[in-house]
């Protein structure tokens, strides 16, 4: 098996003379929470959409396994079992739980889709509520429907911008422990970005710090949390 299942190699996004991004290297390797931080506008959506392959590189390539991906779109990228959600939910507000992750599962091609709707919403806890309207969830069940979507066909690699923006406490460390059981129980790697320190450093095993599209910081939590840059630049009390 290959030690990285996913991989960035100097990846760059220039806008005339703003670098959004500019010679990136991240790995994940499988079975990982990779926890990405960094101020506003660092560029961590950035890189996210350039894995992705919602933005164009300027340089850079980007593998998923073996396979070179550079070149692919965002939809031959999906259906090799790169995933992602995003800052603000896709979810159908007017459409009952499990009538749109069955829509989502047959959209990726899956011969099953109820089967595998069906196996998403229970690892979420979602199975009870799979013929409510989404717009009657509450947010945080949202939130977990949102990753649903992001979860049918089974993908290797999933993306998560933000996926606790908006929860409570509570909220945030259930979706918390959602994610930590998914990398052992459905073999899923997970590159997260997140703002909320405590559950960054609280399940990830890697965490890397961005600082004006560059990386500044790259290792095991204690050691980042413990860096005196990163802590001077963004963590402050909450370091």
Do not use: C
Not at 223 to 238: F, H, K, M, N
């Amino acid at each position: 098996m290959n030690e990285f299942v996913l991989r960035a190699e100097d990846v760059a996004i220039h806008y005339g003379g703003v670098r959004a991004v500019d010679g990136v290297a991240l790995t994940l390797r499988h079975g990982q929470i990779h926890g990405l931080i960094g101020p506003n506008g660092a560029g961590k959506s950035t890189i996210i959409d350039a894995i992705t392959g919602r933005r164009r590189l300027t340089r850079g390539r980007v593998f998923l396994g073996e396979q070179d991906v550079t070149a692919l779109g965002v939809t031959e990228r999906r259906q090799l079992g790169l995933s992602r959600s995003f800052q603000r939910t896709s979810i159908f507000n007017q459409m009952p739980v499990r009538k749109q992750v069955e829509l989502a599962s047959h959209m990726m091609g899956v011969a099953d889709s109820q089967a595998d709707a069906d196996a998403v919403l229970k690892e979420l806890e979602l199975l009870a509520l799979a013929d409510v309207i989404a717009e009657d969830l509450g947010y945080g069940e949202q939130r977990r429907l949102d990753l649903a979507l992001a979860l049918v066909g089974r993908p290797k690699v999933l993306l998560l911008d933000e996926p606790m923006a908006g929860l409570s406490v509570k909220e945030s460390l259930d979706l918390a422990k959602h994610l930590k059981a998914l990398t052992s129980r459905w073999d899923v790697s997970v590159l997260l970005v997140e703002h909320d320190m405590d559950v960054v450093f609280g399940i990830s095993d890697v965490v890397t710090v961005f600082e004006l599209g560059r990386v500044i910081a790259n290792g095991e939590p204690a050691a980042v949390r413990a860096d005196p840059r990163v802590r001077t630049a963004y963590l402050g009390s909450a370091a």
